[in-house]
């Protein structure tokens, strides 16, 4: 006795198993749209026409910007997503079936969409082996990560999936620095190679992170959070960090509702 539908529970068990899922972009016209302004918006704050190929234009930025300039660029790019109110809708609408059967239909966002480039042998970019709920977020969040650019190899994240991660975890006493924990679970990451058109759905419980990319192309992506309304908040605070996205009739009519005053 179940009470999942067959490919819900299929998609359910896959994350539980891993700690991770791939699936296509459940829209793609919402996706090129995220791509498109990111294309555009940097090829307006580099001063360059607006590419046609928006997708070749992303993965070859490192022949326009040097490395010094990088981040400037990015905070800019990453400002002018966040300030399209659209985008946080498009954003959802990517993997929002998906969101709903792993997180809930009651559902609370990340108030910013976090942007990261890596382009080719840069060192000044990374995020060393790291879970998030080891630095204030909550244990029921699940990340969406959208990549702009094919990625593989060096140029997606990494992720231990969650049978290894509990593994390492138990012996983590044992590790001096961030770099004998990365040397130590190297063997057993996963490396997802994640095309252009479909998404990442990960939970930050497990350990995950990047390296330098060696790939010839520039990694684009993004990573947003989601949780369940009703899931225990950490650091990361309703109102501050998170705003409610998806609230269903019965909760408000429940939260408006005052009982009856006797006598
Ligand atoms: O994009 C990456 O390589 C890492 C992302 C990450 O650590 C996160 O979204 O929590
Ligand atoms: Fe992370």
Redesign the pocket.
Known sequence: MTFWREDERKLAEAFVRDGYVKQAAESQDDLDRIRDLLADTTADYLELPRATDKGAFLDHIQDKVEIEKLNKLRMAVMEKMNSEPWVRLAYFNTARRALEILVGNELAMQLRI?L?IQIPNDKSSL?PV?A?VWAGDSPYEV?L?VPYVNVRRSKT?FILPREKNARHQAKMGEFKSAQDLHNAIESDLDWPTINYGEVLLFT?NVM???IVNTEPGTRW?T?CRFKCLFSPFHDKKLGEFFEPILIRPATTLGIQYKFPSVG
Do not use: F
């Open positions: 976090n990261s995020l790291h998030d990340v990560w994240m930050q995950h992170g990047n992506s990573n």
